[in-house]
């Protein structure tokens, strides 16, 4: 009798992607909390420079809250199961 379940295909074909063999085809979670955490980094930093108004001042750190809420967020969610 034939199933009617989907199977799912989760992994990279090694023929489709030659590096797949060796694992650097797929990238992690832990990598876009590294991302997140760097571009957060980043956007604090460009705090300091030539520009006079504070405008730009508010519109980082706006944009590094949200960033950082993002990320906070997703890490908290797949440690407690609620992401996969």
């Not at 009798?1 to 030659?18: F, G, I, L």
């Not at 108004?53 to 890490?75: K, N, P, Q, S």
């Amino acid at each position: 009798m034939v199933s009617t379940e989907v199977e799912r295909y989760t992994e990279v074909d090694p023929a489709d992607v030659p590096s797949a063999a060796w694992g650097w085809s797929k990238i992690t979670p832990r990598t876009w909390h590294g991302v997140g955490i760097f571009v957060t980094l980043f956007l604090l930093a460009m705090l300091r420079g030539n520009h006079v108004g504070h405008i730009e001042d508010y519109v980082l750190v706006v944009f590094a809250v949200l960033v950082f809420a993002a990320t906070v967020r997703d890490w908290w969610g797949r440690r407690r199961g609620w992401i996969r």
